[in-house]
Structure formats: structure tokens, C-alpha cells
């Protein structure tokens, strides 16, 4: 069965440092979304990826974020500068023709 | 407004027995898709379910079914025959009608129940 690949699983980073997370979404499908759960609390929309640009973002993804999928595949999210508050579990999804989310199994980004 | 309430924090049930986690949603959209998610203590948002707001007949996925009540807007989440390994967070999410209807395909999810079974 597709599914969608992310790495790294677990990502320590100084705060003020980039980081790359990235996705490998179901190959056939359209749409991809980042969200994220900062620990104990609820799944956050960041942003939708549609025809290689962004179709739509949420207050969270600010100037620090951006995303790109260079070469076709690959799916990246990327934080500028990291802050502690962005310690969280970042997932990507790839959406099915019913817009069911399909998660990859989430990198958890760990601001020091 | 929250979209999406999932008012139970906790449940706790007995394996084999049959448990309901509640969901309510909030949309004037008239076409409209629910979901559930199970998240383990690994972290991985496991997709479960999906009933459409045009659906006449209740998803059914195994042992999971959807209790879809249109008028009262709710979509409680049934789990028969509970087996250990059920225990995790377990998310409803509601995907609106999208452009055409003023909203977004966009999946907004509740704040999650926590479900334990204990043998």
C-alpha cells in the first residue's frame, strides 16, 4: 500500500538554525499539507501545496516558513531560524480523492 | 468558533468491549467530509474512517464504524470488540465543501480523545 515517507524521524536543533524537513508524499496525489502538533496538543494546519505553489496557509506559517518540492517529489518544509515554540511533531500529508489525509509517520523537531 | 469538539479527554474501556468516542462538527457547508485518525504513542496520524455528508448508509472500517447523525451534527466514532493495542489518541477531523461553497478542502482536526483499554 502508498504511504507517505518522512525524514529524519527526530530532528535536534540550536535554536536560530535552519532545519529541512522532508516528505515523500503518494505518488499520484495532487495536494500536500504540512501540520503540526506541538506535544499534548492538538494537529495545526500550516500550509496546503497545490501545481507547486502554495494554495493556502495558516497564521502559524509566518515568514520563518516555507516549503518547495524540487524536484517532483520530495516535499520540503524549511524554518529559517528556529524558535523553541517550534519544537513540535511536523506531518506531512498527502490528500486522497476523498481530501482524507494520508500522514507520514511525522518528524519530530526538537529546539534546544 | 470550534469547528470540531471532541468532549471526552479520556475514555477508558474493557477489551472486547464496545466503546463510543464523540465528535460534533460546526458547518454550514452542505457538502462536507468527516474522518478519524488514530495517533499511537509513536506519533504516526493513522487514517481510520471517512463518512461524506452525502453518505446515506454509516462508514464502516472493521471494527470501526461511524455513527453519522446529520440533523445533530455529530459523528461518533464506534470501535467494537476493543483490543489493546486500540489504546491511543484517537482525532476527528472535518474536511468542508471547498471553493465552490466558500470553504476550504482543508482538514481541520479536534482536539483528540484519549482512549485506554485495559484488559
Known amino acids: 500500500e502508498p504511504e507517505v515517507t518522512q525524514t529524519p524521524s527526530h530532528q535536534v536543533t540550536q535554536m536560530g538554525q535552519e532545519v529541512i524537513l522532508r516528505c515523500v508524499p503518494i505518488?499520484?496525489?495532487?495536494?500536500f499539507y504540512w501540520y503540526r502538533q506541538i506535544l499534548g496538543q492538538k494537529v495545526e494546519f500550516l500550509v496546503s501545496?497545490?501545481?507547486?505553489?502554495?494554495?493556502?496557509k495558516s497564521e502559524i506559517f509566518d515568514d520563518q516558513f516555507s516549503v518547495e518540492r524540487p524536484d517532483g517529489s520530495n516535499f520540503t518544509l524549511k524554518i529559517r531560524s528556529t524558535k523553541l515554540e517550534d519544537s513540535a511533531m511536523y506531518f506531512c500529508?498527502?490528500?486522497?480523492?476523498?481530501?482524507?489525509?494520508?500522514f507520514g509517520q511525522g518528524t519530530r523537531l526538537t529546539v534546544v | 468558533a470550534q469547528k470540531i469538539t471532541q468532549t471526552q479527554p479520556g475514555m477508558f474501556v474493557q477489551e472486547k468491549e464496545a466503546v463510543t468516542l464523540d465528535c460534533t462538527y460546526d458547518?454550514?457547508?452542505?457538502?462536507?467530509?468527516l474522518f478519524w485518525y488514530k495517533q499511537p504513542s509513536s506519533g504516526e496520524m493513522i487514517f481510520l474512517i471517512y463518512q461524506g455528508s452525502y453518505d446515506e448508509q454509516n462508514a464502516t472500517e472493521g471494527r470501526y464504524s461511524l455513527n453519522f447523525q446529520k440533523a445533530r451534527k455529530s459523528a461518533n466514532l464506534v470501535i467494537s470488540a476493543s483490543q489493546l493495542g486500540d489504546s491511543a489518541m484517537y482525532f476527528c477531523a472535518m474536511r468542508e465543501g471547498g471553493e465552490m461553497e466558500g470553504g476550504s478542502y482543508i482538514p481541520t482536526f479536534g482536539r483528540g480523545t484519549s482512549l485506554i483499554v485495559h484488559p
Open positions: 500529508a498527502s490528500i486522497g480523492d476523498r481530501s482524507e489525509a494520508f
Open positions: 501545496f497545490y501545481n507547486n505553489e502554495i494554495s493556502e
Open positions: 505518488s499520484n496525489h495532487l495536494y
Open positions: 458547518t454550514s457547508d452542505q457538502s462536507y467530509g
